[in-house]
């Protein structure tokens, strides 16, 4: 029998639970993607828990989020005091002093069929003047300019070679798609939920209770509830696999500051003794915060390196997160499926949470039940493989920022240099070194040119490259390479300041400074 493509079934009800960034994806991205008439889409959120309140810093997949819900890109840049986002300058993580970015985009051309850092690595060995590694990214480029443009659609333009994404107030970004789901059928109820019922036959989540008593009866229930996960944590009881071995961070603490002038299109995260500090800056003012380790960094020491690290006057008292790196073994389990700070937390120091966010709610659509059905355990398996590739892929890449440096003598960095790495992530940088090979997923985070910035940004210098990289001349090589620089660095000074591209495509005006 065919499957087929409508049923006459009564819609499944789907139950979000959660209405920060996670909660409010999940609800635009499923009322885009699934039949309106299949699916009844509830959202409950609680004014008086709030949400998180951080979350700023994106990477360029949001872009296909967005344009997949229609969003124009200008209007919500402005309603939500947004800037660009080229990469993210680490400043101090290889050694002190030391400063190298991870750029959205690609570095060099494949040329014969080759990956580019061959070429590059078999003419520095030669000892002609090759130039830098990050001379050969344009998003590099324009991060060190501070300039700003669309790329150029035409892939034969070096302005093609790179990619954006955006800093925006994760606040107002979460209030932006709730007006915008909202208007597309979603059900927005306000209350916190104090019971949650399970069926005694079969497990299954049944219905969440309300302080005020109002009952609300599901089929699927998501949960975004965030550090809670208040139906896959703390009813369906999946365990939590404890990754501070490797990412030994456990606070953050956040302050606003006002802005100064020219807003860099990248994100700064600096390295600190117990830890990093963050700089995003958004139009109305700059997002701050320090990511640390308990066991290395007290939070006075916190605070006091925080606010001597500020640019502009704070704007709020700091506050103080805690949380444990991680991930559930499992992101759905029965009839719950979690997504955002419910099913795990990966440190912002790469801005990966959006992302899994958005993973987490596009594999969902592709792999939703049907109305009228038992859900299929095979799909449900199916999310989980993917989950886990999302977060583990994301810790390796993680993991290696705090595993290469040369900080000596700092007991945190002494000890993320000499800890034991996960087996994947000890692989890939053995494989590096002696090859010059860098992961090239087709899926998930992080893409082959991010790893070659970060590997080659913590100072990982690969002893061999690709023999074939040898049949080519070498001074035609060396010849190209000149060229390729040369087009890099003009053509990002000719770009606009990112300030006055600001100004002239998303001004957002004055808005009450939201902290
Ligand atoms: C310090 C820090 C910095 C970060 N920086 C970045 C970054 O730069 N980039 C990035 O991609 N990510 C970042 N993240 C992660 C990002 O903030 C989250 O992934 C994102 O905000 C999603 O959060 P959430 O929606 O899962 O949870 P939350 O924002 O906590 O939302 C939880 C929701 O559940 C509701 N809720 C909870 N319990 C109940 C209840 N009993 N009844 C009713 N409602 C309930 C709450 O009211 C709220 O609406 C950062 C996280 C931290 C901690």
């Known amino acids: 029998m065919q499957p087929s493509s409508s049923t006459s079934a009564a819609p499944l009800r789907v139950v979000i639970v959660g209405g920060g960034t ?89 040329w014969g069929g080759l990956d580019f850092q061959h070429h590059w690595l078999r003419a520095r060995a030669s000892g002609k003047p090759v130039g830098e590694w990050p001379e050969y990214s344009f998003a590099a480029a324009m991060c060190r300019e501070g300039v700003f443009d669309m790329p150029d659609p035409d892939p034969r333009s070096i302005r093609s070679t790179f ?80 990754w501070s071995e490797w990412l030994p961070c456990d606070r953050a603490m956040a302050v606003p500051c006002a802005s100064v002038a020219g807003i860099t299109p990248f994100t700064r995260s600096t390295a600190q003794t117990g830890g990093w500090t963050w700089r995003i800056p958004l139009q109305h003012r700059i997002g701050n915060g320090y990511v640390f380790a308990s066991a290395f960094c007290s939070e006075d020491r916190a605070r006091e390196t925080l606010l001597g690290a500020i640019d502009g006057t704070p704007l709020a008292e700091p ?21 955002g700070l419910s099913s795990g937390f990966l440190e912002p120091l790469e801005s990966t949470s959006i ?74 940088i053995d494989l590096f070194r002696s090859s010059g090979r860098a992961p090239d997923y087709k899926l998930g985070l992080f893409s082959r040119d991010s790893w070659l910035a970060v590997l080659m940004g913590q100072g990982i210098m690969p002893q061999a490259w690709d023999r074939q990289a040898d049949r080519a001349p070498l001074d035609q090589v060396v010849g190209r390479l000149a060229d390729l620089r040369e087009r890099i660095a003009s053509n990002a000074a000719a770009l606009p300041a990112h300030a006055d591209f600001l100004a002239g495509y998303c001004p957002a005006g004055d808005v009450a400074v939201v902290a």
């Not at 916190?192 to 109002?214: F, M, N, P, Q, W």
């Open 163 to 242: 990619s954006y994404a955006y800093h925006f107030d994760a606040g107002l970004y979460a209030r932006y798609l709730r007006g915008w789901a909202t208007q597309r059928g979603v059900r927005r109820i306000e209350g916190k939920i104090v019971e949650v019922s399970r069926s005694t036959e079969t497990g299954l989540v049944e219905s969440v209770s309300l302080e005020s008593g109002a009952r609300i009866e599901g089929d699927l229930f998501i949960d975004c509830s965030g550090f809670r996960s208040l139906l896959l944590g703390q009813n369906m009881g999946v365990a939590w696999q404890d």
């Open 319 to 339: 506050r103080v997160l805690r949380f444990q790196a991680g991930r559930r073994e499992r992101g759905w389990e029965g009839n719950v499926v979690a997504v």
């Open 355 to 428: 992302f899994l966010i958005q993973a987490a709610v596009i594999d969902l659509a592709k792999l939703m039940p049907r109305p009228g059905g038992a859900i299929d355990p095979r799909l449900t398996a199916e999310f989980n493989r993917l989950f886990a590739i999302h977060y583990d892929r994301t810790r390796d890449f993680l993991v290696l920022h705090y595993t290469a440096n040369a900080r000596h003598g700092e007991p945190l960095w002494d000890h993320v240099r000499n800890m034991a790495l996960p087996d994947s992530l000890a692989h890939k």
């Open 22 to 110: 996670a909660g409010w994806m999940c609800a635009a991205g499923l009322a885009r993607l699934l039949p309106d008439k299949d699916y009844a889409l509830t959202l409950i959120e609680s004014d008086e828990i709030g949400t998180v309140g951080v979350g700023e810093a994106t990477l360029p997949h949001i872009r296909e989020f967005n344009a997949m819900l229609g969003l124009d890109e200008a209007e919500f840049m402005a309603a939500t005091q947004g800037s660009f986002k080229l990469g993210i300058e680490f400043v101090g993580w290889d050694k002190p002093g030391g400063r190298y970015v991870h750029p959205f985009g690609t570095f060099g051309e494949r």
